[in-house]
Structures are given as structure tokens and as C-alpha cells.
């Protein structure tokens, strides 16, 4: 008869120091390792009672605790039955057919429930962007699903179009259609490797790329008027504005990374940060306009803006989200009052910095290094680091109005 222990796998600590939680399943002096989709550490597990527990410290409340341990306890009595299962029909088996058995039965893991624990796990490692991003997604799934449970084994190909035609019917963009089936798919994989899910893939036939949006950029004259404006009886669509132009003249610094910048990453006339999306590691000469936004907003806190509030990582992603949604409200207003045809976000400050440079000559290659990105494979390949000195000239020339 086969044995079957609960346990956390010492021999594969994550990055965040936490372990799998593992079932280890031996017969016939065999063992094997059936995964779960939980991640703990070493304080979240009892090992003699064999039972997650909750820790004041931890991200799931004494709630999420008790249905991790139902779900665990499922999971255990159906592993036992594929055993028992095969001992009638065959006879003889060997561990890895219990596993297989198990993956290949319909285990009851329900769809949205995955989802849930996968948002906690991306949480726990302060991932929050896709914490988020999978979180929008899940709600969006339990509306189409309204209420009903889905077992992961239920998703197949009809479910997948039934739902994306349930997206278009609500009138979304094609490419926020693609932005909840790329995530879908995402989670889908990931259970079928953490076997969740069996069987074949139900998105083979789904094309998923996003289609190209207009691009949004600003000319000369547009942006002289949103520097020329005077926004001093309405502070906000002030700060609004600043937030825009900082963002231009640092180069099209992202607007994350502006408001996270701290006043540390500013020394010797430069300003070093990595970027937050891909962690590449950027200077930016400090330009007069530059220097005149920070002293302007100079304020008690660390950062150079007052946008970031708490200690954890959590509340400071939220703090960055309110912004984000506030700056892009009151640009609209700022382009309204500047007569700007162009609807005004953050993102449109990067990209005019990068359409106005093309427009001087520039390499393409040049700006691709300027703007930090990492997707130009094909430049990237015959370009080595640029001296800054380069990338600063070419920025002063872009912000010289």
C-alpha cells in the first residue's frame, strides 16, 4: 500500500526563502514528489501535525489557512484513491502510475481558487504588478463564470472562446482582450506544470498578440504650449503637468520610476536608478529644468515627489497606483487647457521624447539605449554600453525648446 507524507522540500529553497510544499508519496521503495501550489516558509508548517498554520507575520489570514488545509486534504484523499484504484485494476503498479493517475483524474482544483493562490504567492514575493495583473483577471473570470465552480480539468477549448467572446461582448479593445488571455493562459500553463491541469492546450488555436495603437506623441508646438501654460490657480493640473515634463526631460523616465525616484539617486549632477520593469541600471544628467522641478518639489520625504506613502512594499505600490490614475485624470484636463489635441497620459511624455529625437537625427539605436530598453535584440547585438556623455548631449539637444 502506498504512503503518502505532507512536507515542505528543504532541497529547493525560493528566492523569497520559502519551500514547496510537497506531498511525498513511496511505494514499493519508490518515493515521489507530488507538488502542490503552495509556497511556505518553515514557521507557516507543522511538521508533526502535517498542517499549514497561520503566523501573524504571514500574508493569508487564519481563513486562507483553513481552505489551504481542506484543499491539501482533498488532494491527499484522492492521491490515496488513484492508489487504491490501481491496486484493484492492475494489480501491480509502480509510483510514478499513482502520479499519473492522479494528474490524469479529475482532482476538483478549482479554477478560480488557483487563481486566488497564485495572486497570495505573487504578493508574498512583492511582485505586486502581477499580483495585480492577475488579480484583474480573475475578476473578470468570476464574472463570466458568475458564481459557478470550474474545475481547472473543465477548462478546454470551448471554455476558453466562450469566454474571450464574453470580453468582446462587453465592448473591450482588442488588446485589453489579449491583456486578460495572455494572463489566463499564463495561470492555465502554470497548473498543467504543477500537475493541476491535464490533457491537451486549450489556447493552441487562440492568437493572442496585441494589435498596434496609435502612436501618441507631442510635437514642438504642443510642447511649448504645455510649458508655456501658466497653471498657477490650479495646482494640481500643475503638479500634473511637472510630473509630464519631468518625465520628458529625464529622458522619458518612466513614470514608476519617477515616482519612486529618491533624492539618494541624484549625486554629482546625475541621476542613477534602475529601472523598475526591467532593472536595468540608467544615468541621466541633471538638466536646468530637471533641477528646477526637483528644488520646486522639494519636500520632507526621501522621494523627490510627495506621492510615496508607507513603509511596506504593498502600501507603496498603492500609493504609486493612486498617482499613476490621478496623473493621467488631471493631463487630460492639462492638455484640454493647453488646446492639445493629444490625450495627454504619462506614457505620451516618453514617447514624445523619443519621436522628437528621431526627428533630430538621431540613431535609432541611440535612442533604444536612452530610453533603457531591452526588447531591441537586433540592435543589441551590434551595440555595446554608450558613453554617457553621448546620451546626455543628445538629451540636452531634445529638451532644448
Same mark, same amino acid.
Given at each position: ?42 514557521? @507557516? ?19 486562507? &489557512? ?17 492508489? +487504491? ?69 473543465? &477548462?478546454?477549448?470551448? #471554455?476558453?472562446?466562450?469566454?474571450? $467572446? ?10 485589453? +482582450? ?15 506544470? $504543477? ?35 501658466? #497653471? ?5 493640473? $500643475? ?8 518625465? #520628458? ?41 530637471? $533641477? ?12 523627490? #515627489?510627495p506621492l510615496i506613502s508607507g513603509f511596506e512594499e504593498a ?12 496623473a493621467n485624470y488631471h493631463l487630460k484636463w492639462v492638455g ?11 506614457? +505620451? ?19 533604444? @539605449? ?14 555595446? @554600453? ?16
Amino acid at each position: 500500500m502506498a504512503s503518502l507524507k505532507l512536507l515542505l522540500n528543504k532541497s529547493r529553497m525560493l528566492q523569497d526563502g520559502t519551500f514547496p510544499l510537497v506531498f511525498q508519496l513511496i511505494h514499493r521503495r519508490r518515493k515521489k514528489l507530488v507538488y502542490t501550489p503552495y509556497r511556505l516558509y518553515e514557521s @507557516e508548517f507543522d511538521v508533526e501535525r502535517g498542517r499549514v498554520v497561520f503566523v501573524s507575520s504571514s500574508v493569508r489570514n487564519r481563513k486562507q &489557512v483553513s481552505e489551504i488545509n481542506r484543499t491539501l486534504r482533498t488532494m491527499e484523499k484522492q492521491i490515496l484513491a488513484c492508489s +487504491v484504484r490501481l491496486a484493484r485494476e492492475q494489480g501491480v503498479f509502480t509510483v510514478d502510475d499513482i502520479v499519473q493517475a492522479y494528474r490524469m483524474a479529475d482532482n476538483g482544483l478549482d479554477l478560480m481558487a488557483y487563481f486566488e493562490l497564485l495572486e497570495q504567492r505573487k504578493q508574498a514575493q512583492n511582485k505586486l504588478g502581477m499580483a495585480a495583473a492577475l488579480h484583474s483577471t480573475r475578476m473578470s473570470l468570476s464574472l463570466f463564470v458568475a458564481g459557478k465552480s470550474v474545475c481547472l480539468s473543465a &477548462v478546454d477549448t470551448a #471554455f476558453v472562446l466562450a469566454y474571450e $467572446e464574453f470580453l468582446k461582448g462587453r465592448g473591450l479593445s482588442r488588446n485589453t +482582450v489579449c491583456y486578460y488571455m495572455r494572463n489566463f493562459r499564463a495561470v492555465y500553463n502554470r497548473a498543467r506544470y $504543477e500537475g493541476f491541469a491535464a490533457g491537451g492546450d486549450p489556447f493552441v488555436h487562440m492568437r493572442m498578440a496585441p494589435c498596434r495603437t496609435m502612436k501618441r506623441a507631442l510635437d514642438d508646438e504642443a510642447l511649448r504650449r504645455l510649458l508655456q501654460t501658466d #497653471f498657477s490657480n490650479s495646482p494640481t493640473l $500643475e503638479m500634473a503637468r511637472d510630473l509630464f515634463l519631468f518625465s #520628458f526631460y529625464a529622458r522619458g523616465m518612466p513614470f514608476v520610476d519617477v515616482v519612486y525616484l529618491r533624492k539618494s539617486n541624484i549625486q554629482g549632477g546625475v541621476i542613477t536608478y534602475a529601472q523598475r520593469k526591467t532593472g536595468q541600471c540608467l544615468q541621466v544628467a541633471m538638466l536646468p529644468q530637471l $533641477e528646477q522641478l526637483v528644488k520646486k518639489y522639494d519636500n520632507p520625504s526621501e522621494y523627490v #515627489f510627495p506621492l510615496i506613502s508607507g513603509f511596506e512594499e504593498a502600501d507603496q505600490y498603492l500609493s504609486y497606483r493612486k498617482a499613476l490614475g490621478w496623473a493621467n485624470y488631471h493631463l487630460k484636463w492639462v492638455g484640454r487647457r493647453c488646446g492639445i489635441s493629444v490625450r495627454l497620459t504619462t506614457y +505620451v511624455a516618453r514617447h514624445s521624447w523619443a519621436t522628437r529625437a528621431k526627428s533630430l537625427g538621431v540613431p535609432v539605436s541611440v535612442i533604444s @539605449e536612452s530610453l533603457g530598453h531591452t526588447s531591441e535584440r537586433t540592435t543589441r547585438i551590434y551595440l555595446k @554600453e554608450f558613453d554617457h556623455s553621448i546620451v546626455d548631449e543628445v538629451n540636452e539637444r531634445v529638451a532644448g525648446l
